[in-house]
């Protein structure tokens, strides 16, 4: 099994049975990025080198080794400079989190503007599902990585009151038989895009044939 990124620079470490190619950090991806360095050094064993689990957990040198080795696989050369003087593994990943997000200040106005553009996004008529979802969950990764706790039902909603109108209909409906608190943003993007299917399959025929009734919601 091989677990591939997508944009790795080529260089893979095996880890059991599964070879991790590392994504290849630049200047607009660093919140995808760090979330899946995250998951690669947690399957690798190597995460707590980074964010110990208590302020207390003595971290064994092999980890706190294997950890920037980890790291500079992932960053281009222009960076490596600047992270080889740093000591331990926790200080070159809050090193480039700094560089990258930003201090104190510039994330909380970063974050700002991001639930700015949030509340802001509207489906255009031209859009897919595919094409407005993705301007969606972008953004909402983007605030959970600069540390904000947006909730999923809260992007649920959004996602419900954006769509354009062709999928008002929809939308009423999973407003309507749904339970918005709980239900995963997942699923309601796999309800849009059911939808738009059916509408292509249909061609003009009227909306209210394909809305869901009760019965077929429960």
Request: no cysteine.
């Given at each position: 099994?091989?677990?591939?990124?997508?944009?790795?620079?080529?260089?893979?470490?095996?880890?059991?049975?599964?070879?991790?190619?590392?994504?290849?950090?630049?200047?607009?991806?660093?919140?995808?990025?760090?979330?899946?360095?995250?998951?690669?050094?947690?399957?690798?064993?190597?995460?707590?080198?980074?964010?110990?689990r208590t302020p207390n957990t003595i971290i064994e040198t092999k980890k706190d080794?294997?950890?920037?080795?980890?790291?500079?696989?992932?960053?281009?050369?222009?960076?490596?400079?600047?992270?080889?003087?740093?000591?331990?593994?926790?200080?070159?990943?809050?090193?480039?989190?700094?560089?990258?997000?930003?201090?104190?200040?510039?994330?909380?106005?970063?974050?700002?503007?991001?639930?700015?553009?949030?509340?802001?996004?509207?489906?255009?008529?031209?859009?897919?599902?595919?094409?407005?979802?993705?301007?969606?969950?972008?953004t909402v990764s983007t605030l959970r990585t600069l540390g904000d706790k947006i909730?999923?039902?809260?992007?649920?909603?959004?996602?419900?009151?954006?769509?354009?109108?062709?999928?008002?209909?929809?939308?009423?409906?999973?407003?309507?038989?749904?339970?918005?608190?709980?239900?995963?943003?997942?699923?309601?993007?796999?309800?849009?895009?059911?939808?738009?299917?059916?509408?292509?399959?249909?061609?003009?025929i009227d909306d209210r044939k394909l809305l869901l009734t009760h019965q077929e919601?429960?």
């Amino acid at each position: 099994m091989t677990i591939d990124s997508g944009s790795g620079n080529g260089n893979g470490e095996k880890e059991g049975n599964v070879t991790l190619y590392y994504p290849m950090l630049s200047k607009t991806n660093y919140g995808a990025w760090a979330i899946k360095m995250r998951v690669f050094m947690l399957a690798q064993g190597v995460w707590d080198a980074v964010e110990p689990r208590t302020p207390n957990t003595i971290i064994e040198t092999k980890k706190d080794n294997m950890t920037p080795a980890a790291i500079y696989q992932g960053i281009p050369e222009d960076l490596l400079m600047v992270l080889a003087e740093k000591k331990t593994a926790k200080v070159a990943w809050e090193a480039l989190k700094v560089m990258f997000v930003g201090a104190d200040r510039v994330k909380t106005a970063r974050i700002q503007t991001l639930k700015t553009e949030f509340e802001a996004l509207s489906m255009k008529e031209s859009e897919s599902i595919d094409e407005f979802t993705a301007k969606v969950t972008n953004t909402v990764s983007t605030l959970r990585t600069l540390g904000d706790k947006i909730e999923e039902s809260h992007v649920v909603k959004k996602l419900l009151r954006a769509v354009s109108t062709k999928f008002l209909q929809i939308a009423s409906t999973l407003e309507q038989f749904g339970d918005l608190e709980t239900m995963p943003v997942e699923e309601v993007i796999g309800r849009l895009k059911a939808y738009e299917e059916r509408m292509k399959g249909h061609g003009d025929i009227d909306d209210r044939k394909l809305l869901l009734t009760h019965q077929e919601w429960t």
